[in-house]
């Protein structure tokens, strides 16, 4: 049983993240625990556990960590640009699989500092950036391209 954690409950998280743990934990409840939601706002954190069937939230990543709230076997971090670097620091120390949602940081200095913080908690081989198109300019050329468009009529 691997216990998955999900940090930041915002737009994007509970659109995208949260959705998806919550089928795939119902598609294999003998493998993945929902364990806990962890936001800064914690009635956020509350609506969201309670939304997709997480076990437990927390407002701050070491009351994620705490075993009063049980195991976190993995982590899903989803958070605003500038909190990126110093959550990923700061989740590095759990020495638990992490994913990071992209983009890195505000600018290229930021994106390296996540680089380096990974290299230098020699944990490479268990963080990953996720990637989808959101900021593809192709995928935004067609949305704006669709926006410009009459309704379609059949």
Same mark, same amino acid.
């Given at each position: 049983? /691997?216990?998955?954690?999900?940090?930041?409950?915002?737009?994007?998280?509970?659109?995208?993240? #949260?959705?998806? $743990?919550?089928?795939?934990?119902?598609?294999?409840?003998?493998? *993945? @625990?929902?364990?806990?939601?962890? %936001? $800064?706002?914690?009635?956020?954190? &509350? @609506?969201?556990?309670?939304?997709?069937?997480?076990?437990?939230?927390?407002?701050?990543? =070491?009351?994620?960590? %705490? /075993?009063?709230? !049980? =195991? *976190? %076997?993995?982590?899903?971090?989803?958070?605003?640009?500038?909190?990126?670097?110093?959550? @990923?620091?700061?989740?590095?120390?759990?020495?638990?699989?992490? @994913?990071?949602?992209?983009? +890195? !940081?505000?600018?290229?200095?930021?994106? /390296?500092?996540?680089? /380096?913080?990974?290299? %230098?908690?020699? #944990?490479?081989?268990?963080?990953?950036?996720?990637?989808? &198109?959101?900021?593809? =300019?192709?995928?935004?050329?067609? +949305?704006?391209?669709?926006?410009?468009?009459?309704?379609?009529?059949?």
């Amino acid at each position: 049983m /691997k216990y998955v954690a999900l940090v930041g409950a915002g737009g994007h998280s509970l659109g995208c993240h #949260a959705p998806a $743990l919550q089928h795939y934990a119902k598609l294999h409840p003998d493998l *993945v @625990t929902l364990q806990a939601v962890c %936001d $800064l706002d914690m009635a956020k954190a &509350r @609506t969201a556990a309670s939304q997709f069937g997480f076990r437990n939230a927390v407002d701050s990543i =070491p009351a994620l960590f %705490d /075993k009063a709230n !049980g =195991p *976190v %076997d993995a982590v899903i971090a989803v958070m605003p640009i500038p909190a990126v670097l110093p959550s @990923t620091r700061e989740l590095l120390k759990y020495n638990v699989p992490l @994913t990071i949602e992209k983009p +890195l !940081g505000r600018d290229l200095a930021e994106a /390296k500092g996540v680089v /380096k913080v990974v290299r %230098d908690a020699r #944990a490479a081989d268990r963080v990953m950036v996720s990637f989808n &198109r959101r900021f593809d =300019p192709g995928l935004r050329m067609g +949305l704006e391209w669709v926006a410009r468009q009459k309704p379609v009529r059949y």
